[in-house]
């Protein structure tokens, strides 16, 4: 009987080190060649979108895919159907909302475990929505967190952001007024922010800065600027093709660096792509996040909830017709 996990099951179920452990081994099997995985669907759907992508994990034997629906004045929904590759039986029906926060935020320590110097440093934090928290979480648990420098445009969340980074991860953080003064002495800077206009600019990075850009998944959207790219002695994406037909910062550097440039953080993790060689080397991990992501961490978020007895079963679902 497949189990129905809830936002709140889901929560309960597993942790920040979970997840970053579940998208090592994700890539770690799509490194292997054991992930099938086509590029994901995008539907315009008035002013909104429905996106879906499917992913096969063959190594650890599970299948499944992602909805997503933006509809403007409502919101965004998130669901996950899991399924077990050897029989096709359905497990899972899951919420998805914070499985995609958890995986955006694990998929970038899974890069910057190979990409930034791995020392305690001030990490910068552009944005403060559930994703640019994961992203600060995901760093903690790395171990890499001395301080938090946040900055957004509005400054009750900044200094809301900044006061509970400071309660919850017990490091000094700070609320900046601009996204520069964030940045300034920091060594790594995270950018989560859905903006049509670029918040975060090479120009202003020391030598030695770990990037991590996760907030545009859109061709209309910028986060980084070029010279973010340029810059970078290295610069590793989830996936080549979804960055460079999806994300709008990348699409426009694409006249200053190529695809065939960058590196996907399936060939880092093998050790088949670069990683840091120099403590003054900039670097960059840029992410949309994919189907892999996604079925990976729900496969851990399923067992975790069966083992829990986390969860709703529901008998005789779906209808099985004979073949």
């Known amino acids: 009987m497949p189990l129905f996990i809830n936002h709140a099951d889901v929560q309960a179920s597993v942790t920040m080190a979970d997840a970053i452990e579940a998208m090592e081994d994700a890539f770690r099997q799509q490194g292997e060649g054991q992930v099938l995985q086509p590029q994901r669907t995008n539907i315009r759907v008035g002013g909104g979108f429905l996106r879906v992508g499917p992913a096969v994990l063959q190594g650890s034997g599970w299948m499944g895919f992602k909805a997503m629906n933006l509809s403007l004045g409502v919101g965004v929904r998130y669901l996950v159907l899991l399924y077990k590759v050897a029989n096709g039986e359905l497990v899972a029906i899951m919420d998805a909302q914070h499985l995609t926060t958890l995986r955006t935020g694990a998929t970038s320590a899974v890069a910057t475990r190979r990409l930034a110097r791995l020392e305690p440093t001030d990490v910068a934090v552009i944005g403060t ?14 171990g890499l967190v001395r301080a938090a420098r946040i900055h957004s445009r509005t400054p009750a969340n900044r200094e809301r952001f900044a006061r509970e980074a400071g309660q919850i991860f017990d490091v000094p953080a700070d609320a900046f007024a601009t996204a520069r003064e964030a940045i300034e002495g920091c060594g790594i800077a995270v950018a989560a922010v859905k903006s049509s206009e670029t918040v975060l600019h090479g120009d202003w990075l020391a030598e030695g800065v770990h990037v991590n850009s996760i907030g545009t998944a859109r061709p209309d959207q910028r986060e980084i600027d070029p010279a973010t790219f340029t810059r970078s002695a290295i610069v590793v994406v989830d996936s080549r093709e979804a960055v460079f037909s999806e994300a709008g910062d990348a699409i426009q550097a694409q006249g200053l660096i190529a695809p065939e440039d960058v590196h996907e953080l ?42 829990r007895g986390v969860g709703q079963e529901i008998a005789d679902f779906p209808y099985v017709k004979p073949a």
């Open 266 to 307: 399936a060939d880092l993790v093998l050790g088949k792509a670069p990683a840091r060689t120099d403590e003054q080397q900039i670097t960059l991990f840029k992410s949309v996040g994919t189907a892999l992501q996604d079925v990976g961490l729900a496969a851990c978020i399923y067992e975790r909830a069966r083992d």
């Open 129 to 142: 929505g559930p994703e640019a928290w994961a992203q600060l979480e995901a760093m903690h648990a790395l």
